[in-house]
């Protein structure tokens, strides 16, 4: 097996540790973006992790997250850490929902994951991987499923959407794969506990779709088995 090194945001809890667990475990090098590392006490644990401070809202931690990996290659960056916004019922058509709290949300799941591409590049332009995975929902589709609501998550999403499609044609002749990537219905803070996977599941299935991802695929969005969605 080839050792990747994976840089993982979000990986404090939710889909994102257990992405920094299913990849230590498999022999992997994880360096995990959280947002507050002093608490990720028992990831710090696990051999093969090292933990690096990233709120995506903070110009200072992406700037020292660019010059921690100066001299490192990156193989793959999984852009995992997201926000749901304010919540949902908020987010109804007529609900109390306020402008400071998308701008938030915009922050972190739009410009955040940007952010994150520009401070990686160089390693992962030294990777042997070029991959770069962001986690987005199936609720940014345009055409699926046909609900409504939820405008702040799903407007954002959108954007970190559109700028997955746009990353994918500016690094196209550098052999990049970028994608968006619906990771499913995860049982986490954010998709609470009937949700059909577990963090774990999606995990093992974001890393297979991962290493099984065609240079065909860079530029599209995909379910958490790799199967393409509709915008
Ligand atoms: N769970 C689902 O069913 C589902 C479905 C579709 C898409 N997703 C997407 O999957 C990704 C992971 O979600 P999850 O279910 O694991 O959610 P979660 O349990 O709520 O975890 C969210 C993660 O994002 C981090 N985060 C939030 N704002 C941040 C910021 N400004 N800077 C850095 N980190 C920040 C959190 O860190 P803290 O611990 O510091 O708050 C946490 O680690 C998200 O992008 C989400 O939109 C999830």
């Not at 044609?169 to 949700?195: C, K, N, S, W, Y």
Request: glycine share 10%; with cysteine; proline share 5%.
């Amino acid at each position: 097996m080839t050792t990747r090194t994976v840089l993982i945001t979000g990986a404090g809890r939710g889909i994102g540790e257990a992405l920094a667990r299913h990849c230590a475990g498999a022999g992997h090098v994880v360096i995990a973006g959280c947002r507050s590392p002093e608490t990720a006490t028992a990831l710090a644990q696990v051999s093969g992790v090292e933990l690096v401070r990233v709120d995506l809202r903070s110009p200072f931690d992406l700037g020292a997250l660019a010059e921690t990996l100066e001299a490192r290659a990156v193989d793959v960056l999984i852009n995992n850490a997201g926000t749901m916004g304010e919540g949902w019922e908020r987010q109804a058509l007529g609900g109390a929902q306020t402008d400071a709290a998308w701008l938030e949300a915009f922050e972190t799941n739009a410009i955040g994951p940007y952010r994150v591409v520009e401070a990686a590049l160089p390693a992962l332009r030294r990777g042997a991987m070029r991959t770069v995975v962001n986690v987005s929902s199936v609720v940014s589709s345009l055409t699926h499923p046909p609900i409504g609501g939820l405008y702040q998550y799903r407007s954002t999403k959108a954007a970190l959407n559109a700028i997955t499609v746009g990353l994918a044609l500016d690094l196209a002749a550098e052999d990049f794969r970028v994608v968006a990537l619906h990771p499913g219905l995860v049982q986490t803070r954010m998709g609470g506990p009937d949700a059909p996977y577990t963090p774990e599941q999606s995990a093992a299935m974001i890393w297979r779709t991962i290493e099984g991802l065609p240079a065909a695929h860079s530029g599209r969005f995909l379910n958490v088995d790799g199967a393409l969605l509709d915008w």
